[in-house]
């Protein structure tokens, strides 16, 4: 389905690089708008319930419509955390629904690697000990999932890069 708008999905574990490699694939493709799956679920305090994970979808997919309609955006970038396969079905629906295109990723890095990353971000509140364990028991969740790009060793801007590449090609990414 070729509709002009394309939707480039970035999933993975708390801390991979997320949300770093989205900013650079935006500030790198003109016409890209960026979307963080948490600004559609900020709430004080955080409830991580279906209730509110079925909200996020629903703002999400709002947003991606209304970018949809938008004559300067050619394409969306979302980065969120989806471990939950209704979640990537909804998404996968809704984005059908809009006439867009979707794309998607699975970033992944070792324990060892994610551990560094976490100690590393200083700018994000989630980075406490308690939800990096959690993160970390993710890992294997997020290694069964598909068109994985390993990013050990690789810097945000190389992931970008990479994704960039491979949505321009329109071929999938397979497990390394």
Known sequence: MESGMKVIVINGPMGVGKTAAGRLIAE????TAFIDGDWCMDLHPFVGSRETREMAVDNILHMIGNYRKCSVCRRVVLVWLM????????FAEGISALQAEERNFTLLCGREELIRRWKND????????????????????????????????????????RIIRETERGEGIYGE
């Open 122 to 161: 200083r700018e994000c509140e989630w980075r406490t000990e308690e939800w990096l364990e959690i993160s970390l028991k993710s890992l294997p969740q997020f290694a069964a999932m598909e068109n994985i790009i390993c990013t050990d060793g690789l810097t945000a801007e190389q992931v970008a890069d």
């Open 83 to 90: 471990d939950d396969a209704w979640v990537r079905r909804r």
């Open 28 to 31: 790198k493709l003109p016409g």
